[in-house]
């Protein structure tokens, strides 16, 4: 059974085409990884899924119904999250208000939910008073993930979450990833440390050109000669 399904989606911008027939598949609880040279369509596809931009071909299938062209509100509340890889905080509020912010929707006490998200990233609970622009990217990248959290989606979409971030920074968010996957949330992740991402990957994609050119476990693509070469850098 697929939690998601994108089945042939063709997208982009306005006249320029972007991705060409691309499908791929998430499983509940899985994690997936995207891969690809920069250009390659990977956060198009992304956008596409969420409601972002509207394919003009293909269908996208959410939890066994088609999400295909609904906006982003309406996909919210269906379950799943995205986190962009940029502009994804509010940075002159604090953590704790960031994340009351990600329960806009809710109309229940989310008291509870909050402490867990304070569980999962245990740096948040001591800097919850503090300013998230006054963060560190990897600090305000947790945010944006507890933030994404706090409607408890099943899915979850990470776009780069460990761009830009100092190598010792990017695994302290993937062990966060690792963490946030082992509450039972499918993650689905486009990043440029794709070796790392791999590694935690139940499946991975690797987009050349707007379209599909490899599917396999994470472990296979790692042990590609072809892949590591044109994509893992060796």
């Known amino acids: 059974m697929s939690l998601l399904k994108v089945d042939g989606v063709t997208s982009g911008y306005g006249d320029m085409e972007v991705l060409h027939t691309v ?14 040279p920069n250009g390659a369509g990977k956060s ?3 956008k596409t899924i969420f409601g972002l931009l509207a394919p003009s071909v293909g269908t996208i299938r959410f939890n066994e119904q088609n999400i295909t062209g609904l906006s982003p509100d309406r996909i919210v509340r269906l379950g799943m999250a995205y986190v962009p890889q940029v502009e994804n905080i509010f940075p ?6 960031n994340l009351e912010m990600g329960a806009f929707i809710r109309t229940d006490d989310f008291s509870d939910r909050i402490d867990e998200i304070y569980s999962l990233f245990p740096v948040l609970r001591r800097r919850r008073t503090q300013r998230v622009g006054k963060m560190s990217g990897g600090e305000r990248q947790m945010v944006a993930m507890g933030r994404a959290l706090m409607l408890d989606p099943t899915l979850i979409l990470l776009d ?8 010792k920074l990017a695994m302290e968010i993937f062990e966060r990833i690792t963490a946030i996957n082992e509450t039972g949330v499918a993650i689905l992740i486009v990043e440029q440390n794709a070796k ?26 790692l042990e590609n000669e072809e892949i590591g070469r044109l994509y893992l850098g060796g």
């Open 196 to 221: 790392e991402s791999l590694r935690l990957s139940t499946r991975g994609y690797v987009l050349a050109a707007g379209s599909n050119r490899f599917t396999d476990t994470g472990r296979s693509l």
């Open 92 to 97: 002159s509020l604090t953590v704790q208000e």
């Open 44 to 46: 198009t596809l992304m």
């Open 23 to 36: 499908s791929l598949e998430v499983g509940p609880q899985e994690i997936v990884t995207i891969i690809g």
């Open 160 to 167: 780069e979450p460990s761009a830009a971030l100092a190598p």
